[in-house]
């Protein structure tokens, strides 16, 4: 089946820095990418859709200039945290959609990356 | 605006029958999502539906009736690790999911 890898699992910063999260298809390509925070006990939030050799495209809310999305291969897209702060600290997911595959199985999620910044 | 609809919290027996419902008002309908989240890890996909009836994969069904916006997930013979928050998701008509809350699910034994 399709997986998508997440690196890393866990990273712990310090306020004001930077962290950069990867997001990779390991065994089919993917246009297009999603990138999801979840806060403890509450849904999957999209922040983003991140489109390969294109800009992506924020949700209402999202601050473009603090998460920044790269997507520049069919099967890697990053999500930067910039100057981050406590309360960025939260649940990141990715999920990524099958270039080839059908209509039902479209998503396909990463293991998710826990970020904390003290 | 749009709305997906799904209790809370529920409790079941192991080796129960239990099952989860979801209720959705969104822009246009293009299939709809079951998917599993345990504590901590992301979502594994569970079940699709686009046309009216019933799914069945081994101890999971899953229902869609979109005249009344209405799906459920049926999950038979209870296990322990069945315990996990249950997510509901339609995609619109621009091909976006959108999510519930999820249903967490307690399984006692």
């Known amino acids: 089946g399709a997986v998508v890898s997440q690196h890393p699992s866990r990273v712990i910063c310090k306020s004001g820095t930077s962290v950069k999260i990867e997001c990779r298809s390991l065994?089919?390509?993917?246009?297009?990418m999603f990138w999801y925070r979840q806060f403890p006990k509450q849904s999957l939030m999209l922040m983003a859709t991140?489109?390969?050799?294109?800009?992506?495209?924020?949700e209402q809310g999202v601050e473009k200039d603090k998460f920044l999305i790269n997507h520049a291969s069919l099967t890697l897209s990053t999500l930067t945290v910039t100057s981050a702060h406590p309360e960025d600290s939260s649940f990141y997911i990715c999920?990524?959609?099958?270039?080839?595959?059908?209509?039902?199985?479209?998503?396909?999620f990463g293991p998710g990356t826990r970020l904390t910044v003290t | 605006g749009q709305n997906i609809d799904q209790p809370t919290e529920m409790t079941a027996t192991e080796g129960a029958i239990v099952q989860i419902n979801c209720t959705y008002q969104t822009s246009g309908f293009n299939g709809l999502f079951w998917y599993q989240q345990h504590a901590g890890e992301a979502p594994t996909f569970l079940s699709y539906n686009v046309l009216d009836g019933l799914e069945e994969k081994g101890r999971f069904s899953s229902f869609l009736s979109r005249s009344k916006g209405y799906s459920y997930l049926l999950l038979k013979e209870l296990q322990m690790k069945d315990s996990a928050s249950y997510l509901c998701a339609v995609r619109d008509s621009n091909y976006q999911l959108i999510w519930g809350a999820g249903t967490k699910l307690i399984i006692k034994p």
């Open positions: 065994d089919f390509q993917a246009t297009t």
């Open positions: 991140s489109n390969e050799g294109s800009k992506a495209t924020y």
């Open positions: 999920s990524a959609r099958d270039l080839a595959g059908g209509d039902s199985y479209e998503q396909y």
